[in-house]
């Protein structure tokens, strides 16, 4: 039987290039691919940082993969530019408008790059600002320094987070070894995929309390 992430790097670097391609979003024209060992390297221009970080998602989207070092640059041409000034504006209007980010996040632009400073309750609502200043124009880069508050840390924290993974995916969830120290959920052992990795993330995420999580999963063949 086929082993979906038994793959040779030659395949494993075409799979990478189609599934760039196969996204109709992305503009794959100034994007090469290497890899080596199972680590895909990026290299190359995007016009946008939206597209710099398409590009990395597909790239974990592929089987075998194990990491990808990410080295491409974006480069903002003709309409697509903004000055800082726009970009802030355009940056606040749009944390106003979104139903999921708090409305007391800070900005700062220089050269096209955005820092967001401030608090939210939860790391969806981190997730939230950093995608909607993402997909501005004339942004090249996103720093997302929010923190998430401290809360009443559950007795029960671990088993919680442990019961979420068996839920998102059993099989894997039983192979995943949760330590909880304060509000630092730490995650050791093996996932097949990057999709499995942001499973158990994601889950750890979401338990209350947690204002950390430190991921030393490996992705296994």
């Known amino acids: 039987m086929f082993n979906f992430f038994s793959k040779t790097d030659s395949e494993i670097q075409q799979d990478v ?64 530019l903004r000055s800082d000034e726009q970009i802030a504006e355009a940056a606040l209007s749009a944390l106003q408008w979104s139903y999921t980010v708090p409305k007391d996040l800070k900005i700062t632009v220089e050269k096209g790059w955005v820092t967001l400073k401030g608090e939210t309750e939860w790391d969806y609502q981190r997730k939230a600002a950093k995608d909607a200043i993402s997909q501005l124009m004339g942004v090249c880069g996103v720093t997302n320094s929010i923190t998430i508050k401290s809360k ?48 158990a993330k994601h889950a750890a995420w979401m338990a209350p309390g947690i204002m950390t999580v430190e991921s030393h999963l490996k992705i296994s063949q």
């Open 152 to 199: 009443a840390q559950p007795t029960d924290i671990k088993t919680r987070i442990e019961e979420a993974l068996k839920r998102s995916a059993e099989n894997e969830g039983r192979k995943i070894n949760v330590i909880v120290s304060g509000d630092v959920a730490t995650l050791t052992g093996n996932v097949h995929s990057f999709a499995e990795l942001d499973v």
């Open 17 to 80: 290039i189609n599934e760039i391609k196969w996204d109709p979003s992305l503009d794959s024209s100034q994007v090469s691919v290497t890899t080596n060992d199972g680590i895909v390297t990026l290299r190359g221009s995007v016009p946008h940082y939206f597209e710099k970080s398409q590009v990395e998602d597909a790239a974990q989207r592929v089987g075998g993969v194990r990491a990808v070092a990410d080295e491409l640059e974006v480069n903002i041409l003709g309409s697509f």
